[in-house]
């Protein structure tokens, strides 16, 4: 069982990890040994998700969410297949606890004061008249 928060937890058998071939560089080592891991977890049919975590982790997750409400995240830092599955975990916990942060309250509109409009007026036109002194001299 993989402790998300106090109220979420996941069970072991709703994570699915296959080991996969690395791309980019690496020679022949990274020809022969599937050392990246593909992590899968079904946001849609967890039990483990309460709904509005479920909806917030739907905009979180992006284009790492298949349409059947999968969410795929691949791992391939490390030489080590053990170490690129905690990563992928890892990286799974981090998502799900930012899509278990509650929203923040909506922001109130507020006006400026008169006191504050006529303190902003008043100084573009001190700078009007710095200004207007820096051009030449007119000549009447």
Same mark, same amino acid.
């Given at each position: 069982?993989? $402790? #998300?928060?106090?109220?979420?937890?996941?069970?072991?058998?709703?994570?699915?990890?296959? =080991?996969? &071939?690395?791309? *980019?560089?690496? *020679?022949?080592? #990274?020809?022969?040994? @599937?050392?990246?891991?593909?992590?899968?977890?079904?946001?849609?049919?967890? !039990? /483990?998700?309460? $709904?509005?975590?479920? /909806?917030?982790?739907?905009?979180?997750?992006?284009?790492?969410? +298949?349409?059947?409400?999968?969410?795929?995240?691949? =791992?391939? *830092?490390? &030489?080590?297949?053990?170490?690129? &599955?905690?990563? /992928?975990? $890892?990286?799974? #916990?981090?998502?799900?606890? $930012?899509? =278990?942060?509650?929203?923040?309250? !909506?922001?109130?509109? +507020?006006?400026?004061?008169?006191?504050?409009?006529?303190?902003?007026?008043?100084?573009? @036109?001190? &700078?009007? *008249?710095?200004?207007?002194?820096?051009?030449?001299?007119?000549?009447?």
């Amino acid at each position: 069982m993989i $402790e #998300v928060t106090p109220q979420i937890q996941l069970q072991d058998d709703e994570i699915q990890s296959k =080991a996969v &071939r690395a791309s *980019g560089p690496g *020679g022949q080592h #990274v020809n022969k040994t @599937s050392t990246a891991v593909e992590l899968r977890f079904d946001v849609r049919a967890s !039990p /483990a998700l309460p $709904e509005p975590v479920r /909806a917030r982790l739907y905009r979180l997750a992006g284009s790492r969410l +298949t349409q059947d409400g999968v969410l795929v995240l691949v =791992a391939q *830092g490390s &030489r080590s297949q053990e170490m690129n &599955r905690q990563e /992928a975990i $890892e990286r799974l #916990v981090d998502l799900i606890r $930012e899509a =278990a942060k509650p929203p923040p309250p !909506p922001r109130k509109k +507020t006006k400026p004061t008169y006191a504050s409009k006529l303190r902003r007026l008043d100084g573009k @036109s001190k &700078r009007s *008249g710095v200004k207007a002194m820096r051009g030449k001299p007119k000549l009447d």
